[in-house]
């Protein structure tokens, strides 16, 4: 009987720790927030663990081969009922399915546990199902022309109408082969009431411009995001549900160039302005003054690359100087704007009229589909000869005749001026200028050369000026002082004074180097010599004062002193060695 105990003992304790096991295993399990859904509509994975908070994320790539992964969650939240506790870890993963059809979810391995695969049915989407009002977040999509010309600017607006708070969200910008895409402005953001029910707006507008003719499709424009949805569990996630929208396909049927076009260059635009300034007809040239002339075509529709080249013909009686050409895109946030900008300068090169022939581009007008001509108008200018020249014969006989041409036919004449009004003189301006430039270079090379003047002047005065330290001035106060810096043994002083006593007899002594080439008396160039090795070497210093004052009893023998042709720019590194 105590054996059977024991077993029974045993046994007993084996089924309780059975049983807490299978408590405090972790238990998984996977569903899906709907079973059957279109293309282009997303669907939500979920996975929790219970009893396991330490769980590694599973690995949701073995997803990617049928679905587009859009990112995942993850939350924990802990419960207590009658003192048990208990805690889950879920997951939420957005999927979007690549391809219609019955789409499997296998298995997912989450701590030593399986959780249950699971089937989609995804259908292929209707036309027309891009979204209407009514819907918590829809596409509208609108494009005009259908039917452009090749590259006409094409506008494309697209509308995000939500009714839901968005967390995040993406918008595909449209893109397709052969098709210039460029952004127009910035995004609108305002509310609208739409069946009903308010949503609010986000608008963004495009400038197609095809490059080829035919059919160009337009692939699909959608939007993915997270939205919060109080009504849903996953809205207390940091980012909320995932929802999208798809707007319909767009097929572009491009026309070729028409035939009325003419050959030059292809311009589809809503409108052409070519402009010229910077000449005025009524006023005088003279022959070698520069004019500017300035040339501006702005085209609306279109952007500078498409714009010709501005340039102007040759002209008889004026050189032509053309400058650098400017462009520029802007856009109004409906229209694109692409300009382009040169300057010319006309110099004339005789006297008597000049004309300049008229610029003309030709055009297709989109908004009637019709060729048109932008212009500006050709124009004479009356040159006359450059100042203190006498105008030739052929000069005043051909002015004489423009006159005449003038008196004859007033109206003509009044015509031709008005009509080249937009032109501004630039003739008197440049001579102005010119003065002025010539004025300024004179009153620099004067500045110039008074201060070379001023330079050399100063140079002189210092080299021959006496040191503010010099205590003597004139031979008897110089001898006084240095006799009396002898007998007192001071060095130092004993210099300043032989030079200044010396600088009174031959005012070229700059230094005692000097003075030891300038004496000549070998007995004062010796002294000078112990001197300066007494003040800067390690000369001997015993009775140099005796013999400084003996040497120099009756001042510096200066009798053959010459002035240097020229000094060096600078004193020597060691005046005093020899």
Known sequence: MKIGFKYFALLSALASLWICAGADAAEVRAWLDRNSMQMGETVTLNVEVTGDNGAAKPDFGTLAQDFNLLGSQSSTSMNIVNGQASSKLLWAIGLEPKHAGTLMIPALDIAGQHTQPLTLNVQAAIAGTGGKAGDDVYLDVSVEPRAPYVQQQVHLTVKLYFALNLTDGSLDDPQADGLVVKKLGQDANYAADVGGRRYRVLERRYALLPEKSGAIALPVIAFRGHAVDPSDVNSFFSRGRSIAARADAITLDVRPRPAASGNDAWLPAHSVTLSADGIDATKTARVGEPLTLNLHLKAQGLGFEQLPELALPKIDGADVYPDKTTTQNRDDGEWLYGERERKFALVPNRAGPLSLPAISIGWWDTAHDRAETAEVPALTLNVESAAGVAAGPDASNAANAANVASRQNPVASAAAVGATSVFADQGA??????????????????????????????????????????????????????????????????????????????????????????????????????????????????????????????????????????????????????
């Open 429 to 578: 301006e440049a001579n102005l200028w010119r003065r002025l430039a010539f004025f300024a270079l004179a009153l620099w090379a004067l500045t110039l050369t008074a201060w070379i003047v001023w330079l050399v002047r100063q140079r002189r005065r210092t080299q021959v000026e006496i040191p503010a330290h010099a205590v003597a001035d004139t031979a008897a106060t110089a001898r006084t002082a240095f006799r009396a810096a002898c007998t007192n043994k001071d060095l130092p002083a004993a210099a300043r004074t032989l030079l200044a006593w010396a600088r009174s007899i031959d005012s070229q002594v700059r230094n005692l180097g000097d003075l030891s080439r300038r004496v000549s008396d070998k007995t004062q160039v010796t002294a000078i010599t112990e001197l300066d090795r007494a003040l800067y070497g390690a000369g001997k210093v015993d009775g140099l004062g005796a013999r400084l004052a003996a040497a120099f009893r009756n001042g510096p023998d200066l009798s053959q002193s010459v002035a240097p042709t020229s000094l060096p720019p600078l004193p020597p590194l060691y005046p005093f060695r020899t």
